[in-house]
């Protein structure tokens, strides 16, 4: 099992609309957690870190759920320039082992 | 000021070749890596220094040897490069486990 899942997508979802997505990770022991972007051909850029009591950062809200090992991104009010490749981030406290989901891919269409 | 550099940005080289791709930051990170991401666009940690020490160094065939002269610069250099080796080439840089600033990339292409 890989450590750290996502949803490849492609999510396509119209102008205005709310998208959600999450990421799985199989390690108990991760610690720290990220939303990174990544449009294409472009290095990843920090979307947001993800905290335990979740966090939002204008459309973008990230939660953590330890119980059930994931974390999740929602976008509000989508617009054309959400349009991406989300790469999630999870990193061991154990041995500080950063790991990158394969990334989920999302849409908007005008 | 960019915060990580890396250079070239593209790279066209011949299988057989020995070539060099360089990273520098200026943000005073102690810790430095080198990215992989092939065509499946699926991001690969290749190897880690923390104060010029490898930490990490997956499983990386050993003609990718990567050189760290100071804190601020993680060089990675190939031998013999193989048709199976282009892909994008990415650096990053981290205060130790805190989060990543990437380069913008390396794109190599072995003809």
């Known amino acids: 099992r890989k450590e750290v899942e996502q949803d490849p997508g492609p999510f396509n979802v119209p102008e205005g609309a709310t998208v959600a997505f999450n990421c799985t990770y199989s390690?108990?022991?991760?610690?720290?957690f990220f939303w990174y972007r990544q449009d294409c051909r472009k290095e990843p850029k920090l979307l947001m870190s993800?905290?335990?009591s979740g966090n939002e950062d204008g459309r973008f809200t990230a939660q953590l759920n330890r119980a059930s090992q994931y974390i999740s991104l929602l976008i509000r009010d989508s617009k054309l320039s959400d349009s991406a490749t989300y790469l999630c981030?999870?990193?061991?406290?154990?041995?500080?082992?950063?790991?990158f989901g394969a990334g989920t891919t999302v849409t908007v269409r005008a | 000021d960019t915060a990580v550099s890396q250079t070239p940005k593209y790279l066209v080289t011949q299988m057989g070749n020995d070539k060099s791709i360089k990273c520098e930051q200026n943000l005073g990170h102690d810790t430095m890596y080198w990215y992989k991401q092939d065509s499946k666009k699926f991001l690969k940690i290749m190897f880690s220094?923390?104060?010029?020490?490898?930490?990490i160094n997956e499983t990386v065939p050993n003609r990718f040897s990567p050189k760290s002269p100071d804190k601020a610069h993680l060089n990675l250099h190939i031998n013999s490069l193989e048709l199976g080796d282009s892909a994008v080439y990415f650096c990053?840089?981290?205060?130790?486990?805190?989060?990543?600033?990437f380069g913008s990339g390396t794109q190599l292409s072995v003809l």
């Open positions: 390690n108990s022991a991760s610690q720290s």
């Open positions: 990053a840089s981290s205060r130790g486990n805190e989060k990543l600033f």
């Open positions: 220094y923390n104060n010029k020490e490898l930490i």
């Open positions: 981030v999870v990193i061991r406290s154990n041995d500080y082992k950063l790991s």
């Open positions: 993800v905290y335990s």
